[in-house]
């Protein structure tokens, strides 16, 4: 049921998750009556076998693919940065951006392994957003304009979004999403000590904030507001979602504190090896696809798991049937 109309910006966030669509059980029945038609012991694929289903229910196929993924990083910056002296400033997230651009990251190159499409938003880079320990960090018009520009990151069609993000200040704001959203202390979320002071001033600033969309907004970035607005398109155009790192996951945290079935179509990519990404995976009941110490939070994370998605997919496309085994004359599996 949608909720009534007041006029407000996020009506329209909070209708959309108010009418999210369900996965096709129908293609997940398709899927595995194949999987049972395969020539392998029941269950022998492990992990592989629970991707494959995944991705038949939310893309609603019998047999899915991984033809077209994209990943999408969200470059934004944050005033709150320069409150620590070794935070990353605006001009790092312009290197960062730049090194984006010419290919020469991490993520580009797994990106090319992995023949996946990779995007970087620039979220108005030059223009931080306010120190979210004295103010809010956007307007509500400005963040559900934000997430509406998000949404619209997946419209040139692909069959899997990465989420990633990139900024000066990310790793500040993210945690302070996740200490209000579940009620923590920063240390809960945070591992660097010299940002602890920080993000407990913003929290004392925005001690009022409950609504998981205003703890978005007055908390949050840009980057947070356009990784949650991609999350949401993605569902109604029945797109699976790898989460990246510990930012993409607060970004994630904001829905599924909103709707607790707002983040079924996703997959934690990794675990980065830190305690409060590990948390926050708990938090969010996702289980990494890979464990591999990465901490960045660009998408490398994401760009390297996708190998074991193609695993799934091509096992299951690919392999040969026990009916194809049995029309060859061999009998062993």
Known sequence: MTRSLTGMPFDDIRNLLDTLPPANDQAGDDWRARNVSLAKPAGSLGRLEELGHHLARWQSVARPTLDRPLIAIFAATHEVAKRVPTGLQASDTRAAVELFAS??????????????????????????????????????????????????????????????????????????????????????????????????????????????????????????????????????????????????????????????????????????????????????????????????????GAALSLSLLRGAVACHNEMATLEQLGASGSTSV
């Not at 956007?138 to 419209?155: D, K, P, V």
């Not at 790898?242 to 934690?268: K, S």
Request: glycine fraction near 10%.
């Open 103 to 300: 290919g020469g990251a991490a993520v580009n190159v797994l990106a090319l392994a992995q023949n996946a499409g990779l995007k970087v938003f620039d979220l108005a880079l030059d223009l931080p957003t306010p120190d979210i320990c004295v103010e809010d960090a956007l307007s509500e018009q400005a963040c559900a304009a934000t997430m509406a520009f998000g949404m619209e990151s997946i419209a040139g069609g692909t069959d899997l979004l990465c989420v990633g993000a990139a900024g000066g200040g990310n790793l500040i704001v993210a945690a302070a999403v996740a200490a209000r959203l579940y009620g923590d202390k920063a240390s809960d979320w945070c591992e660097d000590g010299s940002l602890i002071d920080t993000i407990d001033l913003a929290l004392e600033t925005h001690a009022s904030a409950q609504d998981p969309l205003e703890i978005l907004r007055q908390l949050g970035g840009r980057e947070l507001a356009a990784i949650a607005g991609a999350i949401i398109a993605a569902r109604f155009q029945r797109i699976p979602v790898l989460l990246d790192g510990f930012v993409a996951c607060a970004a994630a945290a904001v829905l599924h504190r909103a709707e607790p079935a707002a983040l079924d179509h996703c997959l934690a990519a990794h675990a980065s090896g830190s305690a409060p990404h590990a948390r926050l995976l708990k938090k969010l009941g996702k289980v990494p696809l890979i464990e591999a110490g990465i901490s960045l939070e660009d998408g490398t």
